[in-house]
């Protein structure tokens, strides 16, 4: 067992915004007390952000070459666990030590229930029979496995493609319409803690101390006029009463709800204009001075007590995009940006860097959630990714998933009682605190 040790490289899916930089970190000094205890070698222990200077490494393909040609030919193994994903290494070892030599894609398996339009509808005659794993338990490539996926990546040109859901993109790719492995369910893998589990997991939603106050966050709701009537209302019924500092954005000034008009037309696409409005309104005197800006959606529903809780975790003073991260041709050293659905949150002074940036609109229907993830690769701010944040409804998503989180966010009203979906998944009766 001594010599298979040193043969397991450990990648934590670390990210470069400094609150995620210290987790990963902690989880890694952790990996390597419990080697020192064994005594039985070394592992290779890696955070993915410090692989590269390129900010798209969190899609894994485009970092699976360095690994083959810095590891391919001393390791047996890559493990990918995620910060909150605690390892037992010796029953790790154990476990890998079982499948030998050939090509192996370990994880703990997740499927979809129905045909989800955040997988393009994969497999929609029947949706669980493709099995793809939950980054919270880690999942593990041999060496094999992930050589001929390194060589696949230098050869095969791949298409500017979307990154939206990185652990069923890599199981497809892996796949390989059927010329590839399957995932194979290792019980072991675990995220709720149980006998003989090698991982397992803590948690998306840390405790980092008392939550921030209503007061510093800025709550800026994108509306329009068709909208008024039917989606408005459900804010107001949900989650507004959450909200100390909040303001509806609409193409018509309203009074009875009341909406501010930007001086900016509706779009049918997207709302770059009227975004860019608000981040200006946001530096100046016309609103109060607070940390943080929420931007949704009049079709978001979120939870803003536990939003609160997660903000504790980062430094207002650090330039901060955070949310759902999505990536537009990531393998071709594209940009990721935080899509706008399940609510983009951003730091004072992410929104001055990129607005005293001159960064701006190429039109005033240009996606605002991918403008702004390029003005921010373009700053260096790095895209901060919580998977609590939703730019579909529960539906679309592996119910074992959302289950297990403590979602901030779903987005998308069509075919769902919001309401229901408000009370179900969102609201938590013991969370409302009167700050």
Known sequence: CHQFMSKVVLVIQSQRNSYHARRGVQRKVEILQQAADLGQGVPVVLLLHELSEYEGVWSILPVLP????????????????????RVTLAALLQVLHRYQSQEWFLGK?????????????????????????????????????????AERIQREHLKSDFTIDLKHEIALYIWEEGNGPQLTAVPEFCTEPRDNCATTFTTYLPNCGDPVSKKEIFVAVKTCQKFHSERVPVVKATWEKDAGLLEYYSDVADASIPTISLGVPNTERGHCGKTFAILRRFLSKAVPKTDWLLIVDDDTLISLPRLRQLLRCYDPKEAVSLGERYGYSLVQKGYSYTTGGGGMVLSRPAVSRLISSGCSCYSDDAPDDMVLGRCFTSLRVPITHSPLFHQARPDDYSVTLISMQQAISFHKHWNIDPMAVYKHWLQDPHLRDEL
Not at 116 to 145: K, Q, R
């Open 66 to 85: 360095h690994l083959s040609a810095t590891y391919g030919q001393s390791a047996s193994w890559f493990f990918f666990i995620e910060e909150g994903t």
């Open 109 to 149: 398996r997740l499927h979809d229930d129905e045909a989800s339009i955040i997988h393009h509808y994969a497999f929609s005659e029947e949706p669980s029979s493709f099995g793809y794993p939950d980054p919270a338990a880690g999942w593990a490539l041999s060496t094999p496995l992930l050589q001929r996926l």
